[in-house]
């Protein structure tokens, strides 16, 4: 998305992180329905992971003027 506006981008992390809630909240409803180990923390640490690195390019991504502190 490197052509994509900076209001795009901001509209996109947006999109990720109202995703990431409903997901996260079934998926921990089935781990703890299913009974099984608490894989779900996986796939939250990774979710979560992938979402601050879409933060991270959101904010920094101003044509590389900033750094990242």
């Known amino acids: 998305m ?11 992390l947006r999109i990720h ?6 997901s ?5 409803v089935i781990n703890l329905l299913t009974g ?3 894989w779900v923390l996986w796939v939250l640490l990774g979710w979560v992971i ?10 920094y991504q101003t044509a590389g003027k900033r750094e990242i502190p």
Do not use: C, D
């Open 36 to 38: 099984a180990t608490y």
């Open 2 to 12: 490197k052509n994509a506006s900076q209001a795009e981008k901001q509209l996109g």
């Open 24 to 28: 996260i909240i079934v998926l921990v």
């Open 50 to 59: 992938g979402l601050r690195a879409h933060w991270l390019s959101v904010r």
């Open 17 to 22: 992180a109202i995703a990431f809630v409903p």
